[in-house]
């Protein structure tokens, strides 16, 4: 395992389709984390889980999100009726719940809503 | 408001120069986190700071956590061109299930 996998990279939508982001973390990571990242900012916090629970949501996690992790081990993210202000970079962390929060990060879905 | 300031936003220096970036917060954190990040990837871990006032080296760099674990400072000595990136520096609380708060960024651009 050499890290945490995302997939697609890029994504190109229309206003108003649904797309789906897949993670895979590193494999006995327990907790994953969801961010999302727009030009000249950090990443902001979406949601994270530890094994298969979703144990928190950002305010920032609309109605049109959602996330899981049906067997603790990938996730996916889906955004429906996608929207301009949803163009971002989606990023995907892990880490072993162990009493310290060392993240490891994937390479990010960068999508563009046109 | 931003929790984790960082300073500069933007940095341009040439080859060789030293230079120091700032994470500052008003919260006190469990545990502060330094990235670097190129455009189009994800940010990778270069140090996790624990206990207040620690210091860690990672050959040229130097990571400093301040003594009430508010602050950090990442100090690059003799920079070079393959250090330019953004760097972001993070924040967590254990009893937070360990997301991460981030500060701005800093961009930091070597020239030869």
């Known amino acids: 395992d050499t890290g945490v996998s995302q997939d697609p990279r890029h994504k190109i939508t229309k206003r108003g389709q649904n797309v789906t982001f897949r993670c895979d973390p590193i494999?006995?990571?327990?907790?994953l984390y969801w961010y999302r990242q727009t030009l000249g900012q950090g990443p902001e916090f979406l949601t994270y889980?530890?094994?298969?629970?979703?144990?928190?949501k950002s305010r920032l996690l609309s109605d049109r999100f959602s996330a899981e992790r049906p067997k603790g081990s990938f996730s996916t993210l889906e955004i429906q009726r996608t929207e301009q202000g949803d163009s971002a970079m989606y990023l995907c962390?892990?880490?072993?719940?162990?009493?310290?929060?060392?993240?490891?990060f994937g390479q990010g879905t960068r999508l563009t809503v046109v | 408001t931003q929790l984790l300031e960082q300073s500069p936003q933007f940095l341009s220096i040439q080859e060789g120069e030293n230079l120091t970036v700032y994470c500052n917060s008003s919260?006190?954190?469990?545990?502060l986190q330094w990235y670097r990040q190129e455009p189009g990837e994800g940010p990778v871990l270069l140090v996790t700071?624990?206990?207040?006032?620690e210091v860690k080296k990672l050959k040229r760099l130097t990571f400093q956590f301040g003594d009430a674990r508010k602050d950090s400072s990442l100090h690059i000595t003799a920079a070079q061109p393959g250090d330019t990136g953004l760097y972001l520096c993070?924040?967590?609380?254990?009893?937070?299930?360990?997301?991460?708060?981030f500060g701005q960024g800093t961009e930091l651009s070597v020239k030869p």
């Open positions: 889980f530890q094994n298969e629970a979703q144990l928190e």
């Open positions: 494999s006995e990571h327990n907790r």
């Open positions: 919260s006190v954190f469990s545990s």
């Open positions: 962390a892990s880490s072993l719940y162990s009493g310290d929060t060392e993240a490891f």
């Open positions: 700071v624990v206990t207040g006032g």
């Open positions: 993070a924040g967590a609380w254990y009893n937070q299930g360990g997301k991460l708060i």
